[in-house]
């Protein structure tokens, strides 16, 4: 098992948790107005077995609550385990709420795999930056693996719905998602559909090899968490498709201890 | 208690975190502060039992199987492991691309107007409807819940009278749209 600082877990789980607010508060916001429509709840396997039913308004409120308050608390590293698990399956229940109407986002994997795998670290604090952890290293390559199968799945998705995968890359799924949802701005590409063949092949190809993160350090590494951060940034200006609780959790390759100030860890400048 | 005896000692050592806070960089923080310039190594939590390790390899091996089956079964059931669907599957370059919208017929306007097809407006999100489009055309009464939503999120606004499921569609030749797009109804529904 490979083994991290605990306080880059412990930065991590500032990131994951603070994110999971901002997420059901609006990117997975929806679950609240899923309140008015129960008649669409269509539940996804889980939910069948666990026999949950679909929301009601003042559940959804509850619910919401109930995340906010578990996620501050394991952001502030506060019964660190309690309240992590308690986040996890609270917003497990929320993404069952929020994917269980018939769409279901897969830019929430990695997210939702990094709130149940952080609170099996156990207690992890800023000043524990000199200690190592097979927990917390174990942890955050579940969630590196996460990540970067996202990515790379998805190219074994587009192969196994298109039949070919060269019709996809050749095709015009980029042509079909700027006229449904695109900016104004990214409309004149419409009118060079070659280029945006193009950049379905560059799609492809950096979907493909997007395990290579696993493997790289340093420099390369920031490089390639930077290429990808950008590529959502792009699709977002483009499309209004943000993938942030994806690109999120592209943090946990980073060595985030660093971030800790040096008032916190206890360590003396030389 | 030898969690806290632990802490206490790595914080009674701030040489050695001092070498740590400098130097850890890539990941491995044990074997990058044993090299050296670094006197001290750092501080190691108790290390996994074999059950620690056992499910630890277990469950993950197991997650990526069903995340496996659920590419080639290409099926979401298994939401947060299944199908990455999301613009997966391929568009004819010749084909055409449709988008699904919603209007609603209210009192006093001659015409439907186009609503906001999202969780905001009508209580659902577009690509949840189209997700199960053929069951709601088949059960127009489904977009009576849309109209509530609606009638509830917008209390000052007056009650539609019609909800009106519509699809625009354009026509694509070698990738460019030719022609104006065309609407069609879907399905129409009286509000009650």
């Known amino acids: 098992m490979p083994e991290v600082p605990l306080a880059r877990a412990a930065v991590f789980r500032v990131f994951v948790y603070v994110f999971i607010i901002i997420d059901v508060l609006t990117i997975s916001g929806d679950v609240i107005a899923h309140g008015w429509t129960p008649e669409f709840y269509q539940p996804l396997w889980l939910a069948r077995v666990l026999h949950i039913p679909a929301v009601g308004v003042l559940g959804a409120q509850l619910l919401l609550a109930a995340i906010i308050v578990f996620s501050l608390l394991a952001a502030a590293g506060i019964i660190q385990r309690i309240s992590g698990w308690a986040v996890a399956i609270s917003f497990g229940a929320w993404m069952f709420y929020t994917q269980g109407y018939g769409y279901v986002a897969h830019d929430h994997m990695a997210l939702v795999i990094a709130a149940f795998v952080l609170p099996t670290i156990g207690p992890a604090r800023f000043r524990d930056v000199a200690t190592t952890s097979a927990r917390a290293g174990w942890a955050l390559r579940v969630v590196q693996i996460s990540v970067v199968l996202t990515y790379f799945y998805s190219v074994l998705m587009k192969w196994v719905a298109s039949g070919n995968i060269t019709h996809w890359a050749n095709g015009a799924v980029i042509i079909w998602a700027l006229m449904r949802r695109g900016a104004e701005w990214s409309k004149p590409f419409l009118e060079v559909p070659g280029l945006l063949i193009a950049a379905q092949w560059a799609t492809l190809v950096f979907e493909f090899l997007s395990p290579v993160a696993l493997f790289l350090k340093g420099r390369w590494l920031y490089a390639v968490v930077a290429f990808f951060c950008l590529f959502h940034l792009m699709t977002y200006l483009a499309l209004g498709i943000h993938f942030l609780p994806t690109v999120i959790c592209w943090a946990a390759f980073l060595p985030l201890e660093k971030l800790v100030p040096k008032r916190f860890t206890g360590t003396r400048t030389a | ?192």
């Open chain 2, 1 to 192: 208690m030898d969690e806290k005896k632990r802490r206490l000692l790595a914080r009674q050592d701030p040489a050695a975190e001092g070498s740590t806070a400098g130097r850890s960089v890539g990941g491995r923080a044990h074997s990058e502060n044993t090299g050296a310039g670094s006197p001290k190594p750092p501080t190691r939590v108790k290390p996994l039992s074999k059950l620690g390790i056992g499910w630890r390899v277990v469950v993950p091996a197991a997650a990526l199987v069903v995340l496996t089956c659920g590419q080639f079964l290409n099926t979401n059931d298994f939401f947060p492991l299944g199908s990455l669907t999301q613009y997966a599957t391929a568009k004819d370059l010749n084909g055409t691309v449709g988008s699904t919208c919603i209007a609603a017929q209210f009192p006093g306007e001659d015409e439907p107007r186009r609503l906001g097809f999202n969780a905001a407006t009508v209580g659902i999100e577009r690509g949840d409807v189209e997700s199960q489009l053929d069951r709601v055309i088949a059960h127009p009464e489904l977009m009576q819940s849309m109209a509530d939503s609606y009638v509830r999120l917008h209390p000052l606004e007056p009650k539609p009278e019609t909800m009106i499921l519509c699809r625009t569609t354009t026509q694509l030749k070698n990738g460019l749209s030719v022609g104006e797009p065309e609407e069609t109804t879907l399905a129409t529904w009286e509000v009650r």
